[in-house]
């Protein structure tokens, strides 16, 4: 059993490309999270998607889009990277958002180099 | 705003001593505690939860935290760490709002557990 998994786990990037950051999930989970963690901010979310066919803006959104491509997957795009977006991206699944006893689970990141 | 604080960004301990890693949160609703846990090189796992109930909460790895609603307060405490606890720890907490359970983090207390 998986759990979430990401990939790429490293990437470097110049300024101005362009590049989509993956997630799956294995646990049959309605709700799935983008977040970034950058040095004493802890985690801010970026987008989520309560359930297949939805998505919405989290914290800081700007400067990402995402895909829920089917129930597994999430993806988070990144058009034209910036050195501001250079992070730890984390993915994150949980049963279902709208209920209070909510646990999410993480996938292992993404630290992402924006020069 | 809804928001976590830890007191201590850095903690540097030696084996065998004590730990208490402090967390307030400011929300005066209902609110759903997590300790979340990550070390070097993997993933976010919860460490412990607090929904209701006994407000002394025992997670995995002999930690232990406490709910204390009155001074809205859920450090994290463990009587003896290892050096495999190194590890950066982070508080959680859920508000409702905007028709979900948001999951706030805090900054992050990072923990070097020297032998």
């Given at each position: 059993n998986a759990g979430v998994t990401q990939t790429p786990k490293f990437q470097v990037l110049k300024t101005g490309q362009s590049?989509?950051?993956?997630?799956?999930?294995?646990?049959?989970?309605?709700?799935?999270?983008?977040?970034?963690q950058d040095p004493g901010m802890g985690l801010r979310l970026i987008y989520y998607s309560a359930s297949e066919g939805t998505t919405d803006k989290g914290e800081v959104p700007n400067g990402y889009n995402v895909s829920r491509l089917n129930k597994r997957e999430f993806s988070l795009r990144l058009e034209s990277a910036a050195p501001s977006q250079t992070s730890v991206y984390f993915c994150a699944s949980s049963g279902n958002l709208a209920i209070a006893k909510n646990i999410q689970y993480f996938g292992a990141g993404t630290r992402l180099s924006v020069l | 705003a809804q928001s976590v604080s830890q007191h201590n960004h850095h903690v540097i301990l030696s084996e065998a001593a004590s730990l208490e890693l402090g967390c307030n949160y400011s929300y005066g609703?209902?609110?759903n505690l997590f300790w979340y846990v990550q070390y070097?090189?993997?993933?976010?796992?919860?460490?412990?939860?607090?929904?209701?109930?006994?407000?002394?909460?025992k997670g995995i790895k002999g930690f232990e935290a406490e709910f204390i609603k009155s001074k809205?307060?859920?450090?994290l405490r463990k009587p003896s760490v290892q050096w495999s606890d190194t590890a950066e720890y982070f508080c959680a907490v859920t508000s409702f709002s905007g028709g979900y359970n948001k999951l706030i983090f805090g900054a992050g207390t990072r923990l070097a557990v020297h032998p």
């Open positions: 590049m989509t950051l993956q997630c799956a999930q294995d646990m049959n989970h309605n709700s799935m999270y983008w977040y970034r | 609703g209902t609110v070097p090189g993997q993933h976010l796992q919860l460490l412990l939860k607090y929904f209701s109930g006994d407000p002394l909460v809205f307060s859920f450090n």
